[in-house]
């Protein structure tokens, strides 16, 4: 069963320097039928004035990875971390026991635009941490690049969650990609551009839950951006 979750009915607040966007319920968007989808707890998609962000905050017992499309974003942590993360950067931080964080535009003359994920975790109080890489557009185009998995499998930051995360870059050369679930559950979050997910037609902030699945694919005429979740029944 494929479910769409539409970019027009994800929660929206435009705070002025913060225009977001929440597939899930979040901050003052709160709708009991979305609470997240299996250890998917959020999905937002956030675009920050120049020079603005978000002062120091602190997170526990959660994967939270950080995802930039467009710009760049600034982040600092209390164990010693700082890092500016670019389009083609996936940043994870794991909260574990708590964190306290920043994320701020490192641009003071463009936004930023980016996806911030926020995964369960297996089980509260596991480690925190952080880690970042880079997947360039020859890794991600026409194929889905795996950047997150519980394993660290083919250079990808590691997760503790069972649940698997690629990026796919399609058009241009790019235009279709298929994915076996094997009898697990996922999610595709299309980030920019057009798609079709087997026979649906999807736009940017367009959402799928995926249930019952063995297959699907995904094709696009033109450029898009798309993540795709893989995780357990």
Do not use: C
């Not at 913060?18 to 968007?29: Q, V």
């Not at 920019?192 to 297959?215: Q, S, Y």
């Amino acid at each position: 069963m494929l479910t769409v979750r539409k970019a027009e009915d994800r929660g929206h607040a435009n705070h002025g320097w913060l225009d977001t966007h929440h597939t899930f319920s979040f901050a003052d968007y709160y709708d009991p039928a979305q609470m997240g989808f299996g250890p998917l707890r959020v999905i937002n998609d956030d675009t920050v004035a120049a020079g603005r962000g978000f002062p120091s905050h602190s997170h526990r017992d959660m994967e939270i990875i950080s995802y930039v499309l467009e710009g760049a974003l600034e982040h600092k942590d209390n164990i010693g971390n700082g890092s500016v993360i670019k389009p083609g950067d996936v940043q994870r931080m794991s909260a574990g026991p708590g964190v306290i964080h920043s994320e701020y535009n490192a641009s003071k003359e463009n936004p930023v635009h980016f996806l911030q994920i926020w995964v369960l975790p297996r089980r509260a109080g596991l480690p925190s941490g952080y880690e970042q890489k880079h997947f360039g557009v020859d890794e991600r185009r026409g194929r889905l690049r795996l950047v997150a998995s519980p394993d660290g499998a083919d250079g990808s930051v590691r997760i503790q969650q069972d649940l698997r995360l690629y990026a796919t870059l399609l058009g241009g050369g790019g235009g279709s990609v298929s994915h076996a679930f094997g009898g697990r559950r996922g999610w595709l979050h299309l980030a920019r551009g057009t798609a079709v997910l087997n026979d649906i037609p999807l736009k940017a902030g367009d959402g799928v839950a995926i249930n019952g699945e063995e297959t699907v694919s995904i094709t696009s005429p033109e450029m898009a951006e798309a993540l795709l979740f893989d995780f357990s029944a």
